[in-house]
């Protein structure tokens, strides 16, 4: 092969040169004018890429079969890396909620609102009394904080006894 430098392969219009000398990887070949990388790196990250997109393809394939075939097994790796990454994710979620309370304050209360009469208007007596009590707490709260004209008309729309809730 003739040497010659990558400003002349250029002028020439060639698409690749060859100076004779290693590159980084010990590869003494060709290189190509547009990125002076040799043909030998090229084709070694063309065999790996390949490599890999086929293993991907395969690899989806090979593991279905398994987990069909070791369904013990496959449940307790699920369940492994479920414990794993349960309060990573768990501290994911919360942080995304906050930051949307942030942005929406006011979709935030009137949901918060709606399922709090939600749940009064599912358990209006006696039934999940415990549940009913928590939830009654929350709304006498939120009435405090709002006009009495507001408070008078929940207490007779969901019949609670504003003496017997504090």
């Known amino acids: 092969m003739k040497i010659i430098s990558r400003q002349e392969a250029k002028a020439l219009g060639l698409k690749r040169y060859f100076t004779g000398e290693p590159c980084k990887n010990g590869h003494v070949c060709e290189r190509y004018v547009l990125c002076a990388k040799c043909t030998g790196c090229l084709l070694v990250s063309t065999r790996i890429r390949m490599r890999k997109s086929y293993n991907a393809k395969n690899g989806v394939e090979k593991s279905r079969a398994w987990r069909k075939k ?5 449940r307790a790796q699920k369940q492994r890396y479920r414990q794993r990454y349960r309060e990573r994710e768990r501290i994911a979620v919360n942080i995304r909620c ?7 304050p006011e979709k935030n209360r009137e949901y918060k609102r709606r399922a709090e009469i939600r749940i009064l208007e599912m358990h209006p007596t006696g039934e999940n009394a415990w549940l009913k009590g928590t939830v009654q707490t929350r709304v006498i709260r939120r009435l405090l904080r709002s006009p ?12 609670l006894d504003p003496n017997t809730l504090k």
């Open 70 to 74: 070791n369904p013990e097994k496959a």
């Open 98 to 104: 906050r930051k949307w309370r942030a942005k929406n």
């Open 148 to 159: 009495r004209a507001a408070w008078k008309s929940l207490i007779a729309e969901y019949g």
